[in-house]
């Protein structure tokens, strides 16, 4: 789901970010960071640019049916008000 080089390139983000003091524990922080980026990016709900892009493909798909069927349906409407009128009118 996240890019692991994502997650690294933050993690050396915030790593380069800190003060120099904390800097100096090592790798261990930034394996740590990363550990922990890992672990909170995977609680949030969240999906890749290609599952986005794709739902918003199916989205726009759907869309557009909608539109078509809205329109059939107001021609239907339209004409079954005509025929109505004509049958009131033989009555």
Do not use: Y
């Amino acid at each position: 789901m996240l890019d692991p080089k994502k997650i690294e390139q933050i993690a050396r983000q915030i790593h380069n970010a800190m003060p120099k003091g904390v800097k100096e524990f090592g790798d261990d922080v930034e394996k740590k960071l990363r550990t922990v980026l890992q672990s909170q990016l995977s609680k949030l709900d969240l999906v890749n640019r290609e599952e986005f892009d794709v739902q918003t493909q199916v989205l726009l798909r759907t869309r557009e049916k909608l539109v078509a069927l809205e329109q059939r349906l107001t021609e239907l409407e339209a004409r079954q008000e005509g025929s109505d009128k004509k049958t009131e009118q033989a009555e």
